[in-house]
């Protein structure tokens, strides 16, 4: 498969023409349309931009993403196109902004070649809560792609464009990049613009891309990121890290590595990986996280609690699907939401308005947010002696479609190592690791400091190639 910068390569030597890669990635996503990774494309318009971009590309006008083929998860803006986070409630909704991280890829040249599906409104982890159905694995169609951004991840598994963008508020980039073998990177909080991003939990929220290599997610992350007026929480903060380590001081996060549900072919191939990277001269030492049993609960109650915030805004009056059965202003509301929302969904409006209630606030959200402070700041002082964390990044490779759709909290856990970026803001990258006996893909997992996504690119390098 070759990635976008082996593709510009070929793009500026005159080898190929980016009317010729989007007609051959059109093609594939005409023959993989029964895994249900597209649920639009937008063939006629990637044609014409796609002619565009060769006739800037003669002139020697070449923008540092000339020619990239991207496509967006349901949940990211793209103006004129329509938008509907996975969700019934949002039928025919058109969107008219586009999200800034997607305009800065289309100033410097991407081409949008469509939409691709999701779990509603980003909850989920295995692309099964859709209204268009389950998104299927390019690996194994039994199986799933991972969640939410199941679509992106196996938009690139199935070579169907060159970077995926998606999004990942606990794990949503990361944990499907590992089920299909593609790179993840989930930004420092603020690195990248939310405009323009559906909202499911604010704070933890953050646009980023899935691709086939690393420097392909660096070179697409650095372009989507930057502050933005339209956010107030995007980061003035320059794209260089700090300067990088010849050696790697690494900590291993024992708990992850000990957990009973860690399968035992992943947890040899994260092994296999810390020990070439010892024999490559790094340090690799366990390091002892005592919360890994927090991190999950503590996500849940506050991802729960801003998700029923946000998601009021779907009153069957402003967007969307509205009830043809209300009759009365009260109906409007209650019928649309009734029917709009899937069951997740639901639940999760339920989880957050109960915590947030006035009854159980400081028993559940107050406390949460203490236990989010503890967590980041424990972090923080091990990362004092490390330059990063390494974990597996699932504790399993993909599961099969339906085998956890009846258990919530076997499907939460399959977090458990990705919300720990979220919960303490800080940069976090899957890339592959290798392949379970039947062939299915994992990831080995990567968290740094803030702002310093520099180390996972190089580090994450080195890692897929020893
Ligand atoms: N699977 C997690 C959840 O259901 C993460 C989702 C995400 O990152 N958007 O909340």
């Not at 402070?373 to 390494?390: M, P, Q």
Request: some cysteine.
């Amino acid at each position: 498969m070759q990635d976008y910068i082996g593709f510009r390569r070929a793009l500026l030597a005159g080898e190929t023409t980016c009317a010729q890669t989007v007609e051959t990635f059109l093609e594939r996503i005409t023959q993989t349309e029964r895994l249900n990774i597209f649920i639009e494309t937008f063939a006629d318009e990637a044609r014409k931009r796609a002619d565009e971009v060769d006739a800037q590309v003669r002139t020697g006008n070449v923008g540092k993403a000339a020619g990239m083929v991207v496509s967006i998860k349901d949940v990211v803006s793209y103006a004129g196109h329509t938008l509907t986070a996975g969700s019934k409630i949002l039928q025919g909704f058109k969107t008219v902004l586009t999200a800034t991280a997607l305009e800065r890829l289309i100033d410097e040249g991407a081409i949008v070649i469509g939409r691709t599906n999701c779990d509603e409104f980003a909850m989920g982890s295995s692309n099964e809560h859709s209204i268009y159905g389950p998104c299927r694995n390019p690996f194994d169609p039994e199986r799933t792609p991972g969640g939410s951004s199941g679509g992106a991840a196996a938009s690139i598994a199935a070579n169907l464009c060159h970077v995926a963008i998606g999004s990942d508020t606990g794990g949503s980039v990361r944990q499907p990049a590992s089920f299909c073998n593609a790179v993840g990177i989930k930004p420092t909080y603020g690195r990248v613009s939310r405009w323009g991003l559906v909202a499911y939990a604010s704070s933890f929220d953050q646009i980023s891309p899935i691709t086939s290599s690393v420097r392909d997610a660096e070179l697409a992350l650095e372009i989507m990121s930057g502050h933005d007026p339209k956010d107030n929480t995007s980061a003035m903060r320059p794209w260089q890290g700090p300067p990088l380590p010849e050696r790697y001081r690494v900590g291993v996060i024992r708990q992850t590595m000990d957990s009973p549900g860690l399968n035992a072919e992943v947890k040899a191939g994260v092994e296999t990986k810390m020990a070439a990277l010892q024999a490559t001269g790094h340090s690799v030492e366990y390091v002892d996280f005592p919360y890994l049993d927090y991190l999950v609960p503590t996500y849940y109650i506050l991802t729960t609690a801003e998700a029923s915030s946000n998601l009021s805004r779907y009153d069957g009056v402003r967007y969307g699907y509205r009830s043809p059965k209300a009759q009365t202003l009260e109906e409007v509301y209650t019928l649309s939401r009734t029917e709009g929302f899937g069951a997740e969904v639901k639940r999760r409006i339920l989880l957050g308005t109960f915590v947030l209630s006035a009854g159980y606030y400081d028993a559940y959200y107050q406390r949460a947010q203490k236990v989010r402070r503890i967590l980041r700041d424990y972090t923080r002082e091990l990362l004092k002696n490390f330059d990063v964390l390494l974990s597996p990044t699932t504790p399993t490779t993909a599961f099969k479609i339906g085998e956890k759709t009846d258990d919530p909290i076997a499907m939460y856990l399959s977090d458990i190592y990705t919300v720990h970026a979220n919960l303490v803001g800080m940069p976090a990258v899957s890339v592959p690791c290798g392949f379970d006996a039947s062939g299915l893909p994992f990831g080995v997992h990567l968290l740094a400091p803030e702002f310093a996504e520099n180390r996972l690119f190089d580090l994450g390098r080195r890692l897929v190639e020893i």
